[in-house]
């Protein structure tokens, strides 16, 4: 919190893993910084505190997500109400080309094996069970006010086209480039400007085919999870996140197996009951961050027990 308060500069990177990143970004907001928002589990777990405040501060949220970074160069000229739809990309992830029935028994280093982009653990191991997208989902939500009927996910393998807008007249929108982090976050800190790089120029004949298919919600549970926590808002996708975050750091220390991932969550959400359901405060979205964590940790202490499923 102090180094994202810190001194005079105008924009803070939050490049923090999950929700620990809330109250550093918050922090910042009150210091009056504009944010590039590396640092989805925040808007996800936070977004009914973490909005009002941007607005009272009057700071700007610029999204450093390449999907989002996509979606919103494409806004640019757009009038306000002109945006219909939001097409997500998705790579598929690690496993996109595993038959459903392989996935009970893959392991971690599996997970990690990322086909299209370098990044840490924890988003590598999102990407495989399409969780990201699903987060990406409720970010989308929040930093554009689009409802979740119209957010789509298309599953494109080769990560060239980083996402897509449809206007009220049908008209769609892309943004394209090679899969590079660097971009997405350079336009965060450049905006409005455009600056010169000698980053390799996209070559679409060297990109070769771009190919589309409907992402598999039977194969990837945690997608449609994401999207019925989106939907329930309130606290239920700061629920959503830390049973996920929790779920996935069991993975990564091979306590539970990948398809448990989703089972634990689904089960967390289900027994979340939240008050203030409409308005949660940051007090609502920390304990409830707090009680999925312990009811992951609980869940997955009596999957190792052996004694019942997580439901
Ligand atoms: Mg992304």
New binding site residues.
């Given amino acids: 919190m102090e180094v994202a308060r810190y001194g005079n500069s105008e924009a803070v990177v939050t490049g923090i893993v999950g929700c620990a990143g809330l109250l550093p970004t918050l922090a910042a907001i009150k210091a009056g910084k504009d944010i590039a928002l590396a640092n989805k589990e925040t808007l996800i777990a936070g977004g009914p505190v973490v909005l009002p405040l941007v607005k009272e501060y009057g700071v700007k949220l610029l999204p450093a997500?390449?999907?989002h970074s996509a979606i919103f160069q494409c806004l640019q000229g757009v009038p306000q109400d002109g945006l219909r739809r939001i097409i997500l990309t998705a790579s598929g992830g690690a496993f996109r080309d595993l038959p459903v029935e392989k996935l009970a028994t893959v392991k971690v280093a599996d997970a990690l094996k990322h086909p299209n982009w370098s990044m840490g653990q924890k988003i590598t191991i999102d990407s495989a069970t399409l969780m990201?997208k699903g987060l990406?989902v409720i970010e989308a939500h929040y930093l554009f006010g689009v409802d979740y009927d119209h957010i789509d996910i298309v599953i494109h393998p080769q990560s060239i086209i980083h996402s897509l807008i449809e206007l009220q007249d049908t008209s769609v929108l892309a943004q394209l480039g090679w899969p590079d982090m660097r971009l997405p976050l350079l336009y965060a800190l450049s905006y409005p400007e455009r600056i010169y790089t000698d980053w390799q120029s996209l070559d679409l004949v060297k990109a070769g085919d771009l190919t589309f298919r409907e992402p598999d919600h039977q194969k990837y549970p945690c997608m449609q999870l994401a999207y019925a926590a989106g939907r329930a808002g309130g606290s239920m996708p700061a629920v959503l996140n830390a049973a996920n975050e929790q779920a996935v750091a069991l993975f990564l220390a091979e306590k539970i197996q990948f398809l448990d991932i989703p089972k634990v969550i689904e089960a967390v959400c289900d027994r979340h009951h939240p008050h203030n359901q409409s308005s949660p405060t940051l007090e609502d979205i920390i304990e409830a961050d707090r009680w999925a964590r312990s009811e992951v940790l609980a869940a997955a202490e009596k999957r190792v027990q052996g004694a019942i499923a997580y439901s």
């Fill in positions: 997500d390449s999907e990201n990406e």
